[in-house]
């Protein structure tokens, strides 16, 4: 069979209205590929000053498609993404966990309904301006991390179907984002200066209380000491996580000078009470096990693969650097994880991401924790405290 030549190829880009998927169309432009961008909507509804985000960057998708002289569309996945993210995401949030929907966000929409739409449209593949990379060994395609360490969302995409790897491609993967910017301005994108887009996937960067708060019921509970001091009142389990420090409202005064800020350390959502604590190095904070649900790896057969206990690398939150980990095995609780040296604040709810190198492995949700130092009356490692 004749191979394909690049001009014969069709790759729809996933057009976001930024700077790394506008490079991402451009790049695969300039190699030759026949390149239709794409645009999705997934969420309708105006920010806190009536401005409708979607509407703000479609308009710069049509600015640089028509500056780099492509085709776009747009799609329509508002009924898929309220339904398999945000619905999943507001049902944990009023579990009082902490989940990630930007996990959600590209396994349930970008790398499945949207893929899907792709293909149906004619594409030979498909592509996005994610900073990863695709590999391959003895006919398997693998998820790797991008070039660039500092912007690396293999994190993001660890729950993908690895299936759909062998049609994706990443142009922005194999460049550091200075680079990105660099290529930007040199061929003038319209996009060149615009902010990396924060907050929940799609939609935006919010007043993270104010918004929730038209979706959840606010229930108001008690700061609480690990002996049971009451030393303040929060707004509601759902607007904290573990590990936090600002935003608390009872630090600052001058008798408490020395001890050090406070951080919540644990909630007990039963009685809807955050326990807090004095210092980042909380003993309380810190724990060296682990157990998560919801597995996803890229190779569908990878954990039936592995040989307990497994040694590899990993990530209970994005940016953190790769941790050493031991997969321990599986019993009634779940995939049990333990860690050499402890973590600080394991968070119910967030992914632990699994890594060989720059081999994305896959991961889970966070279900469950083993006790932390303060409960077992174990002192940290010195290598944390100096």
């Known amino acids: 069979m004749k191979k394909q030549e690049k001009s014969e190829q069709t790759v729809v880009v996933g057009m976001s209205g930024g700077v790394d998927s506008s490079l991402a169309a451009l790049l695969l432009k300039e190699e030759g590929y026949r390149v239709v961008g794409l645009f999705m909507r997934n969420w309708e509804e105006t920010d806190e000053d009536g401005q409708c985000s979607a509407e703000d960057d479609y308009a710069d998708v049509v600015e640089v498609c028509e500056q780099i002289d492509i085709p776009y569309y747009t799609v329509d996945f508002v009924k898929e993404y309220r339904a398999n993210v945000f619905s999943e995401f507001i049902a ?11 996990i959600l966000c590209n396994s349930e929409i970008k790398f499945k309904v949207f893929y899907e739409e792709a293909l149906r449209l004619g594409a030979d593949f498909v592509a996005t301006g994610h900073y990863c990379r695709v590999g391959e060994n003895n006919g398997q395609f693998q998820l790797l991390k991008g070039i660039d360490p500092n912007k690396d969302q293999s994190y993001f995409l660890h729950a993908i179907n690895g299936e759909v790897l062998n049609r994706v491609l990443f142009p922005v993967g194999e460049l550091e984002k200075t680079k990105v910017r660099e290529l930007a301005q040199k061929h003038n994108l319209f996009t ?3 902010k990396d887009s924060t907050g929940i996937c799609f939609i935006g960067e919010r007043h993270f209380q104010k918004f929730l708060s038209q979706y959840i019921a606010i229930k108001p509970g008690k700061f609480k000491t690990l002996d049971g001091k009451i030393v303040g009142k929060h707004q509601g389990i759902a607007f904290y996580t573990i590990g936090q420090r600002k935003g ?13 800020p406070w951080f919540v350390l644990d909630k007990d959502i039963q009685s809807n009470e955050l326990i807090v604590g004095r210092g980042e190095m909380h003993p309380a904070l810190y724990r060296d096990e682990l ?51 402890p973590q600080r604040a394991i968070t119910l709810g967030q992914y632990i991401v699994f890594y060989l190198g720059d081999i994305c492995l896959g991961g889970g949700v966070i279900s469950s924790m083993g006790q932390n130092y303060w409960e077992l009356g174990k002192s940290l490692p010195i290598s944390l405290v100096v």
């Open 192 to 194: 060149k200066n615009k």
């Open 92 to 102: 944990d949030i009023e579990k009082g966990l902490t989940p990630n929907p930007d």
């Open 291 to 341: 157990w998560t649900t919801d597995l996803s790896f890229i190779q569908k057969d990878q954990l039936e693969d592995i040989k307990f206990p497994f040694k590899c690398k990993a990530k209970i939150r994005y940016r953190q650097s790769d941790q050493d980990c031991v997969i321990e095995g599986m019993d009634e609780k779940g995939l049990r994880v333990s860690f050499p040296v």
């Open 248 to 260: 608390l409202g009872i630090g600052g005064v001058k008798e408490d000078c020395g001890e050090g």
